[in-house]
């Protein structure tokens, strides 16, 4: 069964664009960051239909390397995360301002 690629772009786009509202507009850096991983799985969901399209398995080695990165990535930002609320008691990111001088 071939879900068609209007129907996987159309859930991408829409995935894209309700992670794409949680980062602009949420200001705890958790739900930020759930935000963005969101944002890269919708990318990931439109890089497998184009890869189905396309045939072989381009596109699903792409996605597995992205989702490698990102669990890499998940790891550093939490670990940024216990950082920053174990010297602020918070992580909003209002009230952090570790990169102004």
């Known amino acids: 069964m071939s879900v068609p690629l209007l129907d996987v772009l159309v ?19 958790i739900t930020i960051f759930l935000s963005i991983e ?18 072989g398995y381009a596109g699903q080695t792409v996605v597995f390397f992205a ?5 890499a990535e998940a790891a550093v930002g939490l670990a940024i995360f216990v950082a920053v609320f174990r010297h602020h008691e918070t992580i909003d990111v209002n009230k952090t301002n570790l990169l102004k001088w």
Do not use: Y
């Open 38 to 55: 969101l944002m890269l799985n919708a990318a990931n969901l439109a890089i497998v239909g184009f890869g189905e399209k396309v045939g």
């Open 67 to 71: 989702i490698v990165v990102a669990a």
């Open 11 to 29: 859930v991408s786009v829409a995935l894209f664009s309700l992670g794409l509202c949680g980062a602009l507009l949420r200001r705890n850096a």
